[in-house]
């Protein structure tokens, strides 16, 4: 596997994706990093982008399916902003080397591990569950695939 730009470098990935980290989540993740000690630390905001349907196609033209994505696209960006803010933020005040990533997928378990192998990743944080239900009956558990998938002690689930 791959390591860090340097051979002895711990880098920790924090997946950001479909919800924020809240107030107890935060200090957990400052737990960690102080316990860790990465020398430097990539958030991931994800943006989970699913395949057009067919009946968008059928039922607008195409200039206004481009401006309908466009608009969609912009409001995912938005929110994958918010959702990170605040580990950004505490990120900063730990005055940690942070490098923060902007990815699109239809998988986000996949993107989270294709990170963990192609940049080297020692550590992952990723969130514990969804509360949003209807993510959650759609997609099932991101925790549980990337777990599946990784060395169990790589894999961090915070909630």
């Given at each position: ?30 737990r ?24 968008v196609?059928?039922a ?8 309908f994505?466009?608009t ?5 960006k ?39 192998q ?25 925790a ?16």
């Amino acid at each position: 596997m791959p390591k860090g730009q340097y051979s002895d470098e711990r880098i920790l990935l924090i997946a950001s994706y479909r919800e924020e980290y809240d107030k107890k989540a935060l200090r957990k993740i400052k737990r960690l990093i102080l316990k860790i000690k990465p020398d430097r630390v990539i958030v991931t905001k994800i943006i989970e982008e699913e395949s057009t349907p067919e009946l968008v196609d059928a039922a607008i033209g195409m200039e206004e399916k481009k401006d309908f994505l466009e608009t969609v696209r912009e409001e995912k960006k938005h929110k994958a902003d918010e959702y990170a803010e605040g580990l950004v933020k505490l990120l900063k005040s730990m005055d940690m080397p942070t490098e923060v990533r902007l990815r699109k997928t239809d998988h986000i378990s996949e993107e989270i591990i294709d990170d963990y192998q192609k940049i080297g990743v020692d550590y992952v944080i990723i969130h514990r569950k969804t509360k949003d239900p209807i993510s959650r009956a759609l997609g099932g558990s991101t925790a549980k695939k990337v777990k599946k998938e990784l060395p169990d002690k790589k894999v961090i689930p915070v909630d």
